[in-house]
């Protein structure tokens, strides 16, 4: 699909902002009735004649400013990584690096939380309604970039630090990912009985990679030659 905007401002905007070209009042019009139909009822509500219907546009206009349907999840799906890059952005770099990995894992949960629709678009069930662009996608990527650099952080000083940092950022967003999804489908309550065994599940991960960079610069003991 042909993305039409700007990367850049993608990037920085958080839902509620305008990524149309000009930042025009239409096209404002246009996704904030997007994005009123998706909160409301999920992507499944999301058409051509509803949204312009509700944003009192004709639907050609709507065609112009976001080639159709496709424009418009693909600027909701922006929005919902563009907040999740924000709440990592609002957790303070700790003096604990480990803390500091746990609270960006509790703000992926959070984000997850406070915009389900926008997740399911982003990582969740309808995921598979649009395809990002090359730009979107590397977007969307930078927020995992944000977490390896601190697991890297909390991991010695290594020759294969930041490979080991990128695998165990990636368990974590796993993780993070398959824990918010069951809590979506209410199989893991939503409670603090929950974010205890989050944080308790994100600290067996950190302790396993420690443990296993541990073992892979130990010295290595010479064994006894056979007499």
Same mark, same amino acid.
């Given at each position: 699909? #042909?993305?039409?905007?700007?990367?850049?401002?993608?990037?920085?905007?958080?839902?509620?902002?305008?990524?149309?070209?000009?930042?025009?009042?239409?096209?404002?019009?246009? #996704?904030?009735?997007?994005?009123?139909?998706?909160?409301?009822?999920?992507?499944?509500?999301?058409?051509?004649?509803?949204v312009a219907?509700?944003?009192?546009?004709?639907?050609?206009?709507?065609?112009?400013?976001?080639?159709?349907?496709?424009?418009?999840?693909?600027?909701?799906?922006?929005?919902?990584?563009?907040?999740?890059?924000?709440?990592?952005?609002?957790?303070?770099?700790?003096?604990?690096?480990?803390?500091?990995?746990?609270a960006l894992?509790?703000?992926?949960?959070?984000?997850?939380?406070?915009?389900?629709?926008?997740?399911?678009?982003?990582?969740? !069930?309808?995921?598979?309604?649009?395809?990002?662009?090359?730009?979107?996608?590397?977007?969307?990527?930078?927020?995992?970039?944000?977490?390896?650099?601190?697991?890297?952080?909390?991991?010695?000083?290594?020759?294969?630090?930041?490979?080991?940092?990128?695998?165990?950022?990636?368990? #974590?967003?796993?993780?993070?990912?398959?824990?918010?999804?069951?809590?979506?489908?209410?199989?893991?309550?939503?409670?603090?009985?929950?974010?205890?065994?989050?944080?308790?599940?994100?600290?067996?991960?950190?302790?396993?990679?420690?443990?296993?960079?541990?073992?892979?610069?130990?010295?290595?003991?010479?064994?006894?030659? !056979?007499?």
């Open positions: 699909m #042909l993305w039409m905007y700007n990367n850049d401002v993608m990037s920085n905007a958080t839902p509620g902002t305008d990524p149309s070209p000009g930042g025009s009042p239409t096209g404002q019009a246009m #996704l904030d009735a997007a994005r009123a139909l998706f909160v409301a009822e999920g992507v499944e509500a999301i058409s051509v004649r509803r219907t509700l944003a009192g546009c004709t639907t050609m206009a709507l065609y112009t400013h976001f080639s159709g349907k496709d424009g418009l999840l693909a600027a909701l799906y922006d929005e919902g990584f563009a907040e999740l890059a924000r709440a990592q952005r609002a957790v303070p770099e700790l003096v604990d690096p480990v803390a500091y990995v746990l894992c509790l703000a992926y949960r959070e984000t997850a939380r406070r915009f389900p629709h926008h997740y399911a678009l982003m990582l969740g !069930r309808f995921s598979g309604e649009h395809q990002p662009s090359r730009q979107s996608a590397a977007a969307a990527l930078r927020t995992l970039d944000t977490l390896a650099s601190a697991v890297s952080a909390a991991l010695s000083d290594a020759p294969d630090r930041q490979a080991r940092a990128t695998s165990t950022a990636r368990q #974590l967003f796993a993780f993070c990912h398959g824990w918010v999804s069951l809590e979506a489908m209410t199989f893991i309550a939503n409670d603090q009985s929950s974010e205890r065994q989050f944080t308790a599940a994100v600290d067996a991960l950190l302790e396993h990679a420690a443990a296993m960079e541990r073992r892979s610069t130990a010295p290595r003991r010479e064994e006894n030659p !056979r007499r």
